[in-house]
């Protein structure tokens, strides 16, 4: 966004927004809203890499989206403008008032700028939004608070999607989310035994190492292959009955049979199974597919009809 700059007035809004969640997406709305009333664009300047991902490299921060997958929802929802800003130590530097100047006025021309009541910005996090109000007098713009009540109304909060993915609660990080949470990634070659036990798994590479993977077991899930919705049940672990010992993610999907090697997937997780086992034999492993896949199937049909 270095480059960017934009000319005609507009109202911004400034986070990380990791997830888009539907306390994001609120926010968003209300921007749209104030940019359609006012004859103003709409702007949402966003960070990456996460600020503690250049700050506290080790805390290690686990994120719900990668950055195309953010810039990919973020787009859906109407934007005029969408920014993301490389987020280095010399730009968490700057002071709140060289950011206000350098930032939301000489590149992004704000009239108006909407943020939480808890909102800090600049050096050390230490502007609020009163001190944004004073730089607004100054430079010529509006300040529009998303009171408590609006935000505690929707009491959604990244942290609590990241626990809930964490402890495999994929039902509450969706209903958070409000969309269902997904894993994008490659399909590479794996040791080739699903097909001989009639499972073919689809092992999905995923290449962000920031990436939240959620905790082990088996989920069903929900695919587009070459525009078509597939359904499928998917684990995440190390294949303990067959001596694994690194971590996977495999898919296999319903009525399919395609070769799908170095296709790049979007998986979407609508429900959590149950946890990996190590079974005693690959025979026990291929029956508890098959229940697997009826669990699934049942769900599936529960969920479309
Ligand atoms: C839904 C699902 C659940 C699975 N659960 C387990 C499990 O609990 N324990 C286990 O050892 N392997 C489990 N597997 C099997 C392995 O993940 C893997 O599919 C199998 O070892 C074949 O690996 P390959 O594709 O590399 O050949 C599961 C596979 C699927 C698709
Ligand atoms: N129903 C299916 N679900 C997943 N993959 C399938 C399916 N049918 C065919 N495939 C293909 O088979 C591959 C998986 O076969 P598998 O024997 O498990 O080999 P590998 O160990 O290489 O993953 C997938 O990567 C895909 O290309």
Request: charged fraction near 25%.
């Amino acid at each position: 966004m270095e480059k960017y700059s934009i000319n005609q007035p507009s109202v911004v809004t400034i986070g990380t927004f990791d997830g888009v969640h539907i306390g994001h997406q609120k926010i968003i709305k209300q921007l749209v809203n104030t940019s359609k009333l006012e004859g103003l664009k709409s702007v949402v300047l966003t960070f990456f890499p996460h600020p503690r991902m250049v700050l506290q490299k080790e805390s290690n921060i686990k994120l719900i989206n990668t950055i195309n997958e953010r810039y990919t929802i973020l787009n859906s929802l109407g934007l005029d403008f969408l920014l993301i800003k490389t987020f280095t130590k010399e730009f968490s530097r700057l002071s709140a008032e060289e950011f206000v100047k350098q930032i939301l006025v000489d590149k992004l021309n704000a009239k108006k700028v909407i943020i939480g009541y808890d909102h800090r910005f600049g050096r050390n996090r230490n502007a609020d939004i009163n001190n944004l109000k004073v730089f607004g007098e100054t430079y010529g713009f509006a300040v529009e608070e998303i009171a408590a009540q609006d935000i505690d109304d929707v009491s959604v909060s990244s942290t609590k999607i990241r626990k809930a993915l964490i402890e495999g609660d994929i039902t509450t990080a969706n209903n958070y989310l409000g969309y269902n949470f997904m894993l994008n990634g490659t399909v590479t070659k794996g040791k080739g035994l699903g097909k001989t036990i009639n499972f073919p798994t689809a092992n999905i590479l995923i290449s962000e190492d920031y990436k939240i993977i959620p905790k082990q077991g088996s989920y069903v899930v929900k695919s587009v292959i070459e525009n078509t919705t597939v359904y499928g049940m998917m684990n995440i672990g190390v294949n303990p009955t067959v001596n694994g010992n690194t971590q996977t993610i495999e898919v296999h999907f319903f009525n399919f049979n395609n070769d799908i090697y170095n296709k790049n997937l979007q998986i979407e997780l609508l429900k959590r199974i149950r946890d990996e086992q190590k079974f005693e034999s690959v025979e026990a492993l291929t029956q508890q597919l098959k229940k697997d896949k009826e669990t699934s199937l049942q769900f599936i049909a529960a969920q479309n009809a």
